[in-house]
């Protein structure tokens, strides 16, 4: 039986984190979120964007979810604590695109932005997704399980009861799950990989990340 998750917290409160606290709380999660700023001065800010969820600093969401959702700007992942993530399964929803971000030399390499995250957070289950998905249509392109419209989302992580919990995360808010495998997969989620940006359902999909071998 597939372990469901209940709460889920997002740190950041930009366009990503709060298009996926809007789409988690809609489902029916328990969600919180944190930002490098005080709790207090979020507060305001998600009871207008986000109605239902709470603001908490960023220790307490981590500890209190059974899956973290990183809505950062890539650059800021090395100030993230690796001892706050052991044993937490943590997806990885940020993107390396150096216009925004500046040159990263880390990520200018053949290995996915992902694998030198999971390097850093050494003691997380980290799972790639979300990011090869515009934010406005993790809002508008959510449909029930069964439409034929529905859009499929991708993910990636090393760790199987990891994947499985996100993908019924992602089912959930709306979104036909695809497992990659392992999390050099998610290679093909990137920037000018085979799925960044396509509206695909799930046969689709797994086509281009099988033919680009990007998939297990």
């Known amino acids: ?10 740190l950041g409160a930009g366009r990503v984190g709060t298009a996926l606290a809007r789409r988690a709380v809609a489902a029916g999660y328990d969600v919180q979120v944190a930002t490098a700023k005080p709790a207090a001065e979020i507060a305001l800010l998600l009871e207008i964007m986000v109605p239902g969820a709470r603001a908490d600093e960023a220790e307490a969401v981590i500890a209190a979810s059974d ?4 809505a950062l700007p890539l650059s800021k992942y090395r100030a993230l604590r690796p001892e706050l993530f052991t044993g937490k399964v943590v997806v990885d929803a940020m993107n390396y695109w150096a216009p925004t971000d500046g040159v990263i030399p880390v990520f200018e390499g053949a290995r996915s932005s992902s694998e030198v995250v999971q390097d850093h957070l050494t003691g997380a289950q980290l799972v790639r997704s979300f990011n090869h998905m515009g934010y406005h249509e993790i809002d508008e392109a959510a449909r029930p399980a069964g439409d034929p419209h529905r859009r499929a989302l991708a993910l990636a992580g090393d760790d199987a009861q990891a994947r499985d919990l996100v993908a019924g995360f ?12 392992p999390l050099a997969a998610s290679r093909g989620f990137a920037t000018g990989g085979p799925i960044f940006g396509a509206s695909l359902g799930r046969s689709e ?4 990340l099988q ?6």
């Open 67 to 70: 899956i973290v959702i990183l």
């Open 1 to 10: 039986m597939r372990e469901v998750a209940t709460t889920i917290g997002i």
């Open 211 to 216: 033919e680009a071998e990007f998939a297990a």
């Open 170 to 181: 992602i089912d959930r808010i709306g979104f036909d799950p695809v497992d990659a495998g």
């Open 205 to 208: 999909m797994q086509k281009r």
